[in-house]
Each structure stands twice: as structure tokens, then as C-alpha cells.
């Protein structure tokens, strides 16, 4: 599947913009705040609701206007196409597929699949957990209509067992929603741990690992890795003593492990921007197997933190990929390893767009 077609209607600092898409490769190129990163939210807001960066979530309207609007082509071959529509005003978000209303993103994501590489994945490796957590599950989103439902039954369980744990503290009582939380916990733990070893398939050959031989991301599901159920029955009494549940899907991880030894904090800036890359391009190849869609590529600033040398051999990794790519880049670096390449070129200045 491609993006064909994009406008773009007072979306933060783009006011007008029409451009037909290239299947192939498509170079953002402008200055700092020329509204690169606004383009790939254009087509984000359009395949799930979100911005790339969740900080730009906000004031996605432009400023002085009333609504801000995004619509988009996609094409999958074979004469079918499909245009999504997103309006976002003050009073919420709209969607629509060929006109029709769209109920939730996650059935939007499972039509217009797509993986993001930016500085946010980088730093998802080094923040909290939950940053983590997120980002499996919004490749879940992708590819699983079922997954939703699991984690809504999940969180539903959760809050009343940790209600009764607050309130009656009767045992009897958590015992139903216990079993509830470990029935949906088994489906969420399953998807993540297919998610991960995918993602170690494309570390196997990570650029780096002629430095860090071994790198893998290891994953802790949220409790010792037994049987969730006897975990939560032996700590009944801790779980009363702290009035919350402590183990489970909640509380994963996934950390990234050179030889078994924590090693997130090892590596320098552009190391980790290629292990991120890297990642994502394990998420890319697991929603292709599940989905038989080739998921949409978008590289923000693919300058930043990376030398030449390392940035040709990114390049070179993401071109050798199927699927439509979307790459930007600050106009004065323009970088002959993408630049060359690109099969189509975008220029954006404040308020103009060019082909
Ligand atoms: N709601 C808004 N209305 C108008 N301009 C905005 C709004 N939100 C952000 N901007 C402007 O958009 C620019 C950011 O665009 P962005 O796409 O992030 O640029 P780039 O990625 O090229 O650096 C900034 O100059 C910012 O001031
Ligand atoms: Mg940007």
C-alpha cells in the first residue's frame, strides 16, 4: 500500500498544501520549523489518529483557524483505493474512510499500517517503561482487532481487583477479576513476546554489532515469568499490604542487553538512534508478516546524530526494504546518500510547498 494523494488544510504552520506522493521515495527537505515534521503528521493523523511526536498532539490547528484538515489517498494496487478524511476541531477529532465514519483508530491503523523513526523512538529506549509498553502496543493496534478488546478486559479486571483490594479486601471476590486479568494478561503477554523475537531478528545484523556483538532487546512480561495466577495467589497478602496489584501485563519491559548486561545506557546518541531504527524495522517486518501490508517507512531528520558513515549504511538498509518511504532532512545538509536517491523531492518553506 502507498499514500497517492495529500491535502493538507491549516494543520499547525502548513495553511494549503496538495501533492501527489511517489510509491517510492519521498525527501522532505527545509529549513528548522519549515513544517517537515508537520507533513509526516499529516499522513500519521490519517493511518491513526496520532502525531508522530505525542507532544505535538496539541495545537494541531492552526493558530487563527477553526478546524484543522487532512486528507489522503491510499493506494493498494489493483484499482482499489480508499480516501480517509480527518478533521480535527475544538470540539474533537473526525474520521471518515470513502465517507464513511470511522468508529476507532485502531481500525483505521489495521488499514494504513506504518512505522515512524525519530529522536522519540531513541528516547523510548531510555525512559520509563511504559514508553515501551506503548510502543508494542501500538503495533498490536496494527494487527490484531482483538488486541483492544484484550487490554480493555484487562484494565477493567485491574481496577476492580485493586478496588477490592482498596475496599472489601474479601479474597473470594478478587478472585473473579484475577482470573479475568490473567485470562486477557496471557493474550497481551503471547502478542509482545512475538513482537520482541521478531524485533531480535532484525538486531541479529544491526549495524553495530560489529561493536556490540549480542545486542537484543530482553523482555520481562511483569512478574517472575511462572504462572501469573500463582504469582497473584501467593502475593495476596503484599498486594493488601500496598492496595494495588503488583504483578502483571501492566508492569512489562523490554531492555535492551548486550552479552545479558544491561546496556541501554552504553551507547552514545547515534548508536541508539540506529538500534531505534533498527527496532522499528522489526515492528515494520512483524506487522508485514501479519498484516501482508507493506507498512509505510517515515525516517524525521535523518541527520540528526548520525556521521555520514553510519547514515549511508542506515539509508542503504532502508532502501533496500520494500514499501513507500518518507525521509526529511534539513535543506542545507543535503545528504547525497538520501538526496540521490529520492524519487521525489518536497520543499518546504513556511507557508510554500514545491515539488
Ligand atoms: N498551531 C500552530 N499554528 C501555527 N504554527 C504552528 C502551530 N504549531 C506549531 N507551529 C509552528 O510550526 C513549526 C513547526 O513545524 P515542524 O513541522 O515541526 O517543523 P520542522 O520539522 O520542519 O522543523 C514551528 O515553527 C511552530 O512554531
Ligand atoms: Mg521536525
Same mark, same amino acid.
Request: aromatic share 2%; proline share 2%.
Given at each position: 500500500m502507498h499514500f497517492s494523494y495529500l491535502k493538507v488544510d491549516e494543520l499547525r504552520c502548513i495553511g494549503r498544501l496538495r501533492a501527489d506522493l511517489n510509491p517510492g521515495v519521498n525527501l522532505v527537505v527545509g529549513k528548522n520549523g519549515s513544517g517537515k515534521t508537520t507533513f509526516l503528521d499529516a499522513l500519521n493523523l490519517t493511518a491513526s &489518529?496520532?502525531?508522530?511526536?505525542?507532544?505535538? $498532539? *496539541? =495545537?494541531?490547528? *492552526? =493558530?487563527? @483557524?477553526?478546524a484543522a484538515r487532512v486528507a489522503v489517498s491510499v493506494d493498494y494496487g489493483g484499482n482499489r483505493t480508499i480516501d480517509v478524511l480527518m478533521v480535527k476541531s475544538k470540539s474533537g477529532t473526525k474520521i471518515t474512510i470513502d465517507n464513511k465514519q470511522v468508529k476507532s483508530t485502531s481500525e483505521l491503523a489495521q488499514q494504513i499500517p506504518l512505522i515512524c523513526v525519530n529522536s522519540e523512538v531513541s528516547s523510548i529506549l531510555t525512559s520509563a517503561p511504559s514508553a515501551r509498553r506503548a510502543l508494542l502496543d501500538r503495533v498490536m493496534f496494527h494487527v490484531k482487532r482483538d488486541y483492544v478488546a484484550s487490554w480493555i478486559e484487562y484494565r477493567r479486571a485491574l481496577n476492580q481487583r485493586n478496588g477490592v483490594l482498596k475496599g472489601t479486601r474479601d479474597r473470594s471476590q478478587a478472585t473473579f477479576w484475577t482470573k479475568r486479568l490473567v485470562g486477557a494478561g496471557s493474550v497481551i503477554d503471547a502478542c509482545r513476546k512475538e513482537i520482541i523475537s521478531k524485533i531480535n531478528e532484525s538486531l541479529? =545484523? @544491526?549495524?553495530i554489532q560489529q561493536e556490540f556483538s549480542g545486542i537484543s532487546l530482553e523482555y520481562y512480561p +511483569?512478574? @517472575? &515469568? &511462572?504462572?501469573l495466577l500463582d504469582e497473584l495467589d501467593r502475593d495476596w497478602g503484599k498486594d493488601l499490604e500496598l492496595g494495588y496489584? *503488583? $504483578? +502483571?501485563?501492566?508492569?512489562a519491559d523490554a531492555r535492551l542487553k548486550v552479552d545479558n548486561k544491561e546496556f541501554t545506557r552504553r551507547l552514545s546518541r547515534g548508536q541508539l538512534k540506529v538500534v531505534a531504527a533498527e527496532i522499528m524495522l522489526g515492528l515494520r517486518r512483524f506487522i508485514l508478516e501479519k498484516t501482508r501490508l507493506q507498512p509505510v517507512i517515515m525516517v524525521d531528520?535523518?541527520? @540528526?546524530?548520525?556521521d555520514s558513515s553510519m547514515r549511508g549504511l542506515l539509508v542503504d538498509k532502508i532502501l533496500g526494504l520494500e514499501g513507500q518511504k518518507f525521509f526529511t532532512a534539513i535543506d542545507d545538509v543535503l545528504h547525497p546518500e538520501i538526496f540521490d536517491r529520492a524519487d521525489m523531492v518536497f520543499h518546504v518553506e513556511r507557508e510554500k510547498f514545491y515539488a
Open positions: &489518529g496520532r502525531t508522530v511526536n505525542p507532544l505535538n $498532539a *496539541r =495545537d494541531v490547528i *492552526r =493558530d487563527g @483557524s477553526q541479529v =545484523d @544491526s549495524l +511483569g512478574w @517472575s &515469568g &511462572g504462572s496489584t *503488583r $504483578a +502483571g501485563v501492566h508492569r531528520d535523518i541527520h @540528526s546524530e548520525l
